[in-house]
């Protein structure tokens, strides 16, 4: 892919380094190709799927080794650390094509075995179900030819006959009663054990599916999903509630400076000091995206879920986060606060928690706002 010898790029970001080129140059080439590669690996790593051969965070832990990898020219994973002499700065290229087809092929089968047990538990139900009817239509069969031979002994007149075909057909039926309700009760103790199994699996899927992979906290969706049955909870019984809206200060300079292991710390740390005051059922954290969370708090209002936002920032000012150059990392947050109001729906709820949040970095960050700012102020600070 690229030549050997490639100088690592600069850590500033290639954001920075076009601006400091001048608006008419561009980076190099192979530094951006070097960033976009990094970049898909960590993306990789941030999305993973499951696979058979290892588990995700093993995997995610791998995918930023290859990465720091291809932009820094460290060790590649498995390699010791004095390669580097010996290396002099080349890239393991083939070792990052092999672990990029490792993976697509393992999640692909793990996809590829999760499908196949789907359809084989919708196939044993569906020929299960055949079978019972089959079953049932034999012993209706026998049904009809017992009540049959009733019908044809009561126009006979033949009281003894009748009588020992009634009670032949009472002792038939007894037994075919019997024999069906077993049959059903094991069929039925056969697909319980199916779909449990298959339910498990099913929401293991769905809480990853809205779980963020970074944090282990709810994503978006799971957070979109909330905040649409908290609004009709709401016009339904009028309970107070409140959402925060939280974002990481100065965040793209952490990165820059820090490099993103560092940044994923503290997208970590931050997201446990928040989870942290929030225990109640109905409190509800997620990641937005990026360095934006978002808190939703069923009966509660405003003054209450103010008291609960210094407590974020008062935790969150405490955390001492170390960097990889050994160095000691603080942070700061800003929050914007909004309560709901009966005209609101969920789009207008959070644009008004959104906008305090804007105040709250207008007005120098590291606060609390429950003030969105006026209409002729567009600064940020």
């Not at 100088?7 to 920075?16: G, V, Y």
């Not at 089959?134 to 031979?149: A, H, M």
């Not at 997201?271 to 509800?284: E, H, Q, T």
């Not at 969370?293 to 009966?299: G, K, N, S």
Request: hydrophobic share 35%; net charge negative.
């Amino acid at each position: 892919m690229f030549g050997k010898g490639q100088k690592a790029p600069d850590s500033k970001s290639t954001e920075e380094a076009g601006h400091e080129a001048g608006p008419c140059t561009a980076p190099p080439v192979g530094d951006m190709a070097v960033d976009t590669l990094a970049g898909v690996l960590r993306s990789m790593a941030e999305f993973a799927l499951e696979q058979d051969a290892t588990d995700i965070p093993t995997f995610r832990v791998t995918a930023e080794a290859w990465a720091k990898h291809v932009t820094l020219a460290t060790s590649p994973p498995g390699a010791h650390e004095d390669d580097l002499r010996t290396r002099k700065g080349r890239r393991e290229w083939e070792g990052v094509r092999r672990f990029v087809r490792d993976y697509c092929q393992s999640s692909a089968k793990r996809v590829s075995d999760v499908t196949t047990d789907l359809r084989q538990v919708i196939w044993v139900f569906i020929r299960n179900l055949s079978q019972a009817f089959t079953d049932d239509e034999d012993i209706d069969g026998r049904v009809r030819l017992q009540l049959g031979r009733l019908e044809q002994l009561v126009e006979a007149n033949s009281t003894a006959d009748l009588k020992r075909e009634v009670m032949d057909a009472v002792g038939m039926l007894k037994a075919t009663l019997t024999e069906r309700s077993a049959r059903q009760q094991k069929q039925m103790q056969l697909l319980g054990t199916q779909v449990q199994t298959l339910g498990s699996e099913l929401e293991s899927a769905r809480r990853d599916s809205e779980t963020d992979p970074l944090t282990r906290i709810s994503n978006r969706k799971a957070f979109d999903e909330y905040l649409a049955r908290s609004v009709e909870i709401y016009r339904a019984f009028a309970t107070p509630m409140s959402m925060l809206v939280l974002d990481i200060d100065c965040f793209k300079t952490v990165n820059d400076n820090n490099g993103h292991i560092t940044g994923d710390d503290v997208l970590r740390e931050v997201a446990d000091s928040v989870v942290k005051v929030f225990l109640r059922k109905n409190d509800f954290v997620a990641r937005l995206g990026g360095d934006e969370f978002a808190i939703v708090l069923r009966e509660t209002g405003a003054r209450d879920a103010t008291s609960l936002a210094e407590r974020v920032l008062g935790r969150i000012r405490a955390l001492r986060i170390p960097t990889s150059n050994d160095q000691v990392l603080q942070v700061t947050v800003s929050i914007g606060l909004a309560e709901i109001q009966p005209n609101d729906d969920e789009k207008s709820w959070f644009e008004r928690a959104d906008k305090c949040l804007y105040a709250a970095k207008q007005d120098g960050r590291d606060r609390l706002s429950t003030t969105p700012p006026s209409a002729n102020d567009t600064s940020v600070t």
